[in-house]
């Protein structure tokens, strides 16, 4: 298994909305919320395509999943944006694993969320604070277009040791 690259979001936006999360039963109310916080916004109603949100919907809810079997509760979903993009970050308080991309599974084995990630946004990569693990994702205002890439690309490698940024989570 390959494992995502460590990197804090490319740029730190500002906050539009943040949920915790316990259990996978919220992930359905995490979407109607994130669908509704991007609406409400004018201004970043307007950058934001129907087709860039449909992809947010995906993305967060198979980071929110992954955070939530495999990670320790609770789980941290942050949306911020920029003049540039959009930034999707997913933490929980598991420090003791690292995010892995599911490079040799059979396709019907799951483990794909990562892969989905990276094939959907501009951008994916992962990094800890003091008491959390982000995976986090960008994805474009109006007018950016995103890269092309095969859900099963895997052309970013992890640094051996873990990215750490400031901050307590």
Avoid at 124 to 129: E, Q
Wanted: charged fraction near 20%; proline fraction near 7%; charge should be neutral.
């Amino acid at each position: 298994m390959g494992q995502l690259r460590t990197s804090p979001p490319p740029l730190q936006g500002r906050e539009l909305h943040a949920w915790v999360l316990q259990s996978s039963t919220e992930l359905k109310a995490l979407r109607a919320a994130l669908h509704q916080t991007v609406h409400k916004h004018p201004s970043v109603a307007d950058q934001c395509t129907d087709h860039v949100l449909e992809q947010m919907l995906l993305v967060v809810t198979e980071l929110a999943s992954n955070a939530i079997k495999h990670g320790l509760p609770p789980t941290e979903v942050r949306l911020s944006c920029t003049d540039e993009q959009f930034i999707l970050d997913v933490a929980d308080h598991d420090l003791s694993s690292v995010p892995e991309l599911a490079d040799t599974r059979p396709v019907d084995a799951g483990g794909r969320g990562l892969k989905l990630a990276l094939s959907l946004s501009l951008d994916v990569g992962w990094y800890a604070t003091d008491s959390t693990k982000h995976v986090w994702a960008s994805f474009p205002i109006a007018g950016v277009t995103l890269p092309r890439r095969s859900l099963f690309q895997s052309s970013r490698v992890a640094a051996k040791r873990p990215y750490t940024w400031g901050g307590t989570g």
